[in-house]
């Protein structure tokens, strides 16, 4: 899909690798500013947005802050205001993820992932959106996640708990920033990122592919392609909605 974005500016999260650095990248190839979040790739989100700059003739600008910090989502929003005069897109696509055992974890488990998955997101839309609601435009994607809905997992109970809430957040956010900031969530299935490296095997991803409608493990560009509609113009009538994008798993 084609796509204008010229002279707005847009920021993502975790855009350093995986969904958020295809996302990052759609954005550009469309016009958009793009502020690159990363937390611990200073190199890649560098490179990145070196990359895209001379691309696609945008405003490119790394910006680290682990979004599980609230001094540092707050050190994010400033330099990103100080350095583009408004944010018009905000993709909240950083998430962690850790395998374990459901009676080996400790609630220490679930503070950790929440507050990556959930109060960073929170933060984050809490500033932003009230800024994009005081200039009457505003678009905001959530990255949730499948496991949110219908593929609950005991081994990453605390990751599809933090992902159901970030569904509520994105619905009481949709309500709170209407009529004018869009703001839904995105639920992927499988993705072939390096989230899943240690968890999806070959033998695995075969398997897996058989339950997918599809018949296929999905690409960071199959999320992004959605995210980015749900930018485009053409999703205006689209808020507080939680969209899968999962090849059609069940
Ligand atoms: P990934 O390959 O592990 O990449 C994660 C990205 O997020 C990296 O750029 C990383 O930055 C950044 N990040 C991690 N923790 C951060 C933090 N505390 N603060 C700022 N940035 C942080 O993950 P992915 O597969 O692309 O996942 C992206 C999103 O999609 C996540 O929300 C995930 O839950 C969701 N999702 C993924 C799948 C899947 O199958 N892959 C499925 C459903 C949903 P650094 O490199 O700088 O550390």
Redesign the pocket.
């Known amino acids: 899909m084609e796509m204008n974005l010229k002279g707005l500016n847009a920021l993502v999260?975790?855009?350093?690798?995986?969904?958020?650095?295809q996302i990052a990248i759609q954005l550009a190839r469309s016009g958009a500013n793009v502020i690159v979040?990363?937390?611990?790739?200073k190199k890649?989100?560098e490179q990145l947005c070196f990359d895209l700059q001379q691309k696609y003739n945008i405003k490119a600008l790394a910006i680290q802050?682990?979004?599980?910090n609230k001094n540092d989502v707050d050190r994010l929003v400033s330099t990103a205001c100080s350095n583009f005069n408004k944010i018009d897109i905000l993709v909240n696509?950083?998430?962690?993820?850790c395998d374990m055992e459901l009676c080996d974890r400790t609630v220490g488990c679930f503070e950790k992932t929440f507050q990556?998955?959930l109060f960073?997101v929170y933060q984050l839309t809490k500033i932003l959106g009230a800024k994009m609601k005081e200039n009457q435009f505003g678009k905001i994607v959530n990255?949730?996640?499948?496991?949110s809905i219908n593929g609950f997992y005991p081994t990453t109970i605390d990751?599809d708990a933090s992902?159901s809430a970030l569904n509520s957040l994105t619905k009481n956010f949709a309500i709170e920033l209407a009529p004018y900031v869009n703001v839904n969530a995105v639920?992927?299935?499988?993705?072939d990122?390096?989230?899943?490296k240690d968890v999806l095997t070959p033998d695995v991803a075969e398997l897996e592919a058989k339950r997918i409608l599809k018949n296929r493990i999905?690409t960071?560009e199959d999320?992004a392609n959605l995210v980015l509609f749900l930018i485009s113009k053409e999703s205006d009538y689209i808020t507080g909605q939680i969209i899968a994008v999962d090849g059609g798993m069940f």
């Open positions: 999260t975790g855009a350093s690798r995986g969904i958020g650095r979040n990363y937390n611990k790739s890649i989100a802050a682990d979004i599980g696509n950083a998430g962690i993820c990556t998955n960073g990255v949730s996640s499948n496991n990751y992902k639920a992927p299935g499988w993705i990122t390096d989230m899943n999905g960071p999320v």
